[in-house]
């Protein structure tokens, strides 16, 4: 059990260009969820997935955010024509089963806007 | 819509001193509860959970207990440790008739600081 790991750890951009993060989950969780957290805020829920299915996704992601997981393992976030309200911690989850089960956290992508 | 409130921060108490975190929630349904922490540096780790009314979560020496009639799951430790320095979420969720969910709600968090 090596823990939920994301990939840059940080990542300073432009607004306007595009972004992608990777999150790499326990490898025997089938479930994965995303969150975004703001500086003094709580996480917020983005979507998560079931193996390769998504299952829900929050109001919160736009258009512009789209998640994938192929093949039911690592799972990338990517995020079109950045915008200054996207700068937040980006974070990854991942679980066994259901939602009363352990989410265990990966340390979060810091995202900065310029 | 689900919603978590915590007490504000920071609270700051001295080594070995009694802590209470004060959580209280609105939610659809019969939620789960669960405490997370931060700790410097670190990723959100789980601390405790409770699923259902009166169930009480512990670990570490911290305790909490589902309250459905508060609609409030408080957490406290009778004796904290400089170690116990984080920050402290308090979080649910609510599960659709399906089995799915809009994720975890999580509060504020509440930073706590121990001096010795």
């Known amino acids: 059990d090596t823990g939920v790991s994301q990939n840059p750890r940080h990542k300073i951009t432009k607004r306007g260009q595009n972004v992608t993060f990777r999150c790499d989950p326990i490898s025997e969780h089938n479930r994965l969820y995303w969150y975004r957290q703001t500086l003094g805020q709580g996480p917020e829920f983005l979507t998560y997935?079931?193996?390769?299915?998504?299952?829900?996704k929050s109001r919160l992601l736009s258009d512009r955010f789209s998640a994938e997981r192929p093949k039911g393992s690592f799972s990338t976030l990517e995020i079109q024509r950045t915008e200054q309200g996207d700068s937040a911690m980006y974070l990854c989850a991942s679980s066994q089963r259901g939602w009363k089960e352990t989410q265990y956290f990966g340390p979060g992508t810091r995202l900065l806007v310029l | 819509g689900n919603s978590v409130t915590q007490m504000e921060g920071p609270v700051t108490l001295s080594e070995e001193a009694f802590l209470t975190i004060n959580c209280t929630y609105t939610a659809t349904g019969y939620p789960s509860l669960f405490w997370y922490v931060q700790y410097p540096g670190e990723g959100l780790q789980l601390l405790l959970k409770a699923t259902k009314a009166d169930d009480k979560g512990s670990n570490k020496g911290f305790e909490a207990t589902y309250r459905k009639e508060t609609t409030s799951f408080h957490l406290e430790k009778g004796s904290v440790q400089v170690s116990d320095s984080a920050v402290y979420f308090c979080a649910l969720v609510t599960l659709y008739s399906g089995g799915g969910a809009d994720g975890l709600t999580f509060g504020k968090g509440t930073h706590l600081i121990i001096q010795p």
């Open positions: 997935f079931q193996n390769e299915a998504q299952l829900e």
